[in-house]
C-alpha cells in the first residue's frame, strides 16, 4: 500500500458474506467508497432507512468481549476487525454497508477483510490526510488491572503486554503500525478466549456463531483450534489488532507510543476518548471561525482582528470598506507619523516602506480568500510577489486604499492581484501568491 500525505478511499466495492459471531445471523458486508474527510461509517441496509452509524466513541454503547456503536435505537456489534484493517492499511474514508448488526467474523482475524480491501484497491484523494500527534502523555488505569499510556513519538507504535488468567499465556510485542507490517504482522491473528469465559458468555446470548475455524479457545494449557497458530504470540498480536480498531474510535490518526498492559475494548475505547480530549484541548487554542459577511459589507478594526492573526505593529489594515463579487475587496490603511517604522525610515525624510505597501496587499488579499466557507479559520502563508512596482513614495497623513482581486484558487493555492492607491493614484501594485493552511 502507497504511503501518503493524502487522503484515500476505495477505489471500487466489495463484498465479503458469512456468519456473525455473537449473533450466528449471515451478513453480508460490503465497503463502499467515501468523499473526503467522512471517516469510517456503517450503514444498517436491512433497515428501512437504511441508517448510518459513524465510528466514533461517542456512539460506543458496550464493550463487552467487543466494541458495539450506536446511533438512536440502531446498534453494529463486534465494528474492531473491520475499522482496524481500515486504519491498518491506510484507507480514511469508507462506508461499510451491512444487511445485519455485525460483521463476518470469517476466521477471527482481520485478514480477510485486508483482502477484501486489497481487491476493492485504494483510490487516493485531494484532501491532506490528517494526523494528530499527542505531545503531552495520556495514562490510565482501571481496577481490573488493565494499564494504558500514550506517550509522544514521530510514529505510530503499539507496545502490549497480554496476561491471562493465572498468568497463563503472557505475552508481549511490540511493532510499528504501517500498511506493510499490519498486513503481515497483525491482521492474520486471530481472535480466542478462555474456556472458562465460555459458560458465562453464552447465558448472555453471545457467541452463538463460535466456532474452532473463528476463533481459538484455551482450555489449560491446550490450544483448541482447526489451525496451528499463525505466530507463537498470536494472542497478544490480536490484542494489538482489536487496539488499532478501537483507537480509531477517536476519529483521529495519532502518532505516539501506546504501551499497553493487558488491554480490552473497554480500556481502549477509554483511551480514544482521552485521545479526543487532548485533541479538543489542542484546538481550543485555535481562534474560531469568523463568519464573513458574503453581501455587501463594511468590516471595522476589531472584525478585521477577527479574521487575520496580524498585531501591532504589522497590522496593516484599518478597515474593510466593501467586497465585489467573491473575487474582489478594498481595504484601507491610514497612515500616521506614529507609525513605528518611520523612526529608522526616515528621521527627517518619512516615507512607508514598499515592502509594508505589500504587505497590505497581501492582508486584503487573504481576508478575500477566507470569506470563502472551505477557508474558515485558516491562515494565508505569502509564498511570491512578482511585478512588484512602486510609482509614489506613500507619506504621513496619507489614506491608503488597498483594492486586490483573486485570479486563481486552486485547493490551497491562491494567486492575486493587488494595488495601492493614494488621491486616485496607484502608488504600488503586485502579482501575488499565497498558501492557506489550518491554523
Request: glycine content about 8%; hydrophobic content about 40%; charged content about 25%.
Amino acid at each position: 500500500m502507497p504511503v501518503s500525505d493524502r487522503q484515500h478511499t476505495l477505489a471500487n466495492s466489495a463484498s465479503l458474506t458469512g456468519t456473525s459471531l455473537h449473533t450466528g445471523e449471515q451478513v453480508t458486508l460490503t465497503l463502499q467508497p467515501a468523499p473526503e474527510n467522512t471517516g469510517f461509517k456503517f450503514r444498517r441496509v436491512d433497515l428501512d432507512d437504511k441508517p448510518f452509524i459513524p465510528a466514533l466513541v461517542e456512539k460506543v454503547q458496550k464493550v463487552e468481549r467487543a466494541t458495539t456503536i450506536a446511533e438512536g435505537g440502531v446498534n453494529v456489534h463486534t465494528v474492531e476487525h473491520v475499522i482496524s484493517a481500515l486504519a491498518g492499511m491506510g484507507v480514511d474514508n469508507a462506508i461499510i454497508e451491512m444487511d445485519a448488526n455485525e460483521p463476518p467474523i470469517a476466521d477471527g482475524s482481520a485478514l480477510p477483510y485486508v483482502e477484501l480491501i486489497r481487491k476493492a484497491g485504494l483510490k487516493e484523494q485531494g484532501e491532506a490526510r490528517k494526523v494528530f500527534e499527542i505531545r503531552e502523555p495520556i495514562y490510565q488505569e482501571t481496577r481490573d488491572g488493565s494499564i494504558l499510556t500514550i506517550v509522544p513519538d514521530k510514529k505510530f507504535r503499539i507496545s502490549c503486554t497480554n496476561v491471562g488468567p493465572d498468568g497463563r499465556y503472557t505475552q508481549f510485542q511490540s511493532l510499528e503500525i504501517t500498511p506493510e507490517i499490519y498486513e503481515k504482522e497483525i491482521a492474520p491473528a486471530r481472535t480466542f478466549v478462555y474456556y472458562e469465559d465460555i459458560a458465562p458468555l453464552l447465558e448472555k446470548g453471545l457467541i452463538k456463531g463460535g466456532t474452532l475455524e473463528a476463533a481459538i479457545v484455551i482450555r489449560g494449557d491446550t490450544l483448541l483450534c482447526k489451525q496451528p497458530l499463525r505466530f507463537a504470540d498470536e494472542f497478544v498480536r490480536h490484542k494489538i489488532l482489536d487496539m488499532v480498531g478501537d483507537l480509531m474510535l477517536s476519529g483521529k490518526r495519532i502518532t505516539g507510543h501506546v504501551i499497553a498492559i493487558r488491554p480490552g475494548h473497554g480500556p481502549n475505547t477509554e483511551l480514544a476518548r482521552a485521545i479526543v480530549g487532548q485533541y479538543n484541548q489542542m484546538r481550543a487554542m485555535v481562534p474560531p471561525a469568523v463568519q464573513i459577511p458574503s453581501g455587501e459589507a463594511v468590516l471595522g478594526i476589531n472584525e478585521v482582528m477577527k479574521i487575520l492573526p496580524h498585531r501591532y505593529p504589522f497590522l496593516m489594515v484599518d478597515r474593510i470598506v466593501g467586497f465585489e463579487g467573491e473575487t474582489k475587496c478594498t481595504g484601507v490603511k491610514n497612515v500616521t507619523v506614529n507609525e513605528p517604522y518611520f523612526n529608522g525610515h526616515f528621521p527627517d525624510h518619512p516615507i512607508m516602506p514598499g515592502v509594508l505597501q505589500l504587505e497590505a496587499m497581501a492582508q486584503v488579499a487573504s481576508v478575500l480568500m477566507l470569506r470563502r466557507s472551505e477557508n474558515a479559520g485558516k491562515i494565508g502563508y505569502f509564498m511570491s510577489a512578482n511585478n512588484v512596482k512602486w510609482r509614489k513614495p506613500v507619506l504621513p497623513g496619507d489614506t491608503i486604499f488597498i483594492e486586490t482581486e483573486i485570479t486563481a484558487m486552486k485547493r490551497n493555492i491562491g494567486k492575486a492581484i493587488g494595488r495601492c492607491i493614494v488621491n486616485g493614484q496607484v502608488v504600488s501594485e503586485a502579482d501575488l501568491m499565497f498558501s492557506l493552511v489550518d491554523r
